[in-house]
């Protein structure tokens, strides 16, 4: 059985009381917390910056932070958010000139690095890298605003994805973000998948200021997850 990891996206926390959000969903048998960096140019949306990864990190939280980069250029942010306390950062091949250049920068800056693909981009960028990414991450929607529908030619992409990570024989993660549910995570499992991120299944879940809100939502994914036949 694969290391499964859900990694809820706080983009759809409440962001009045994003340390405490962020404390309920891990208490709930999340791994990583998934940030969302949307810069108004690369993407039609303005979100975060490494101040919010910063501000959790010194209100305690110690799991992964997975930072995935929609911003263009990459580059000049890249230190900030390992500076902040992030352990992956991840960025789209179109967010750079020199892919290669800029994974090395990320592992140069202490943390592990990552290849996003939108859902119409091809995975051929990955040929040539594979000895410098730590994770792919797959989006299953198109980037920029949360609570979208799975695009289902992902799961093919997924197969692919997972036949090269397994040819390459590194320990590399394969990443889902969009649409990610409890009714299809066990098929997006099956399809290659190992970390999957969720934003609004997860944080539109029970009822707000109860702390236990999200147990019951994370513990049925993770039950769908160990019926996945892999």
């Known amino acids: 059985m694969r290391d499964y990891k859900i990694a809820p996206s706080i983009l759809s926390a409440d962001f009045a009381r994003l340390g405490e959000e962020v404390t309920s969903v891990l208490a709930s048998g999340a791994d990583i917390v ?13 979100t975060i910056g490494p101040l919010v990864c910063e501000a959790l990190r010194k209100h305690g939280v110690k799991a992964d932070i997975d930072v995935h980069l929609m911003v263009k250029p990459v580059d000049r942010i890249i230190p900030d958010f390992a ?21 090395q920068l990320v592992r140069d800056s202490g943390c592990k690095s990552g290849l996003v693909f939108n859902p119409a981009t091809p995975l051929d960028h990955l040929k040539y890298v594979m000895d410098k990414v730590d994770m792919i991450l797959l989006m299953s929607v198109n980037p920029g605003f949360g609570g979208q529908s799975f695009i289902r030619s992902s799961l093919d992409k997924l197969r692919e994805a997972r036949k090269m990570i397994d040819a ?33 299944a997860i944080f539109s879940a029970g009822k ?14 993770r039950d769908e997850l160990a019926k996945a036949k892999v």
């Open 83 to 103: 500076k902040a306390g992030a352990t992956y950062i991840t960025f789209h091949p179109e967010g750079t000139e020199h892919i290669d250049r800029s994974l």
């Open 168 to 200: 390459s024989g590194r320990p590399i993660r394969l990443e889902i973000d969009g649409g990610v549910k409890v009714d299809n995570i066990r098929e997006i499992a099956e399809a290659g998948a190992d970390t999957f991120v969720a934003g609004s």
């Open 208 to 221: 707000a200021g109860d702390p236990n809100r999200y147990n019951s939502v994370v513990k049925a994914m």
């Open 34 to 46: 998934h940030f969302d960096v949307m810069d108004n140019h690369y993407v039609p949306n303005l």
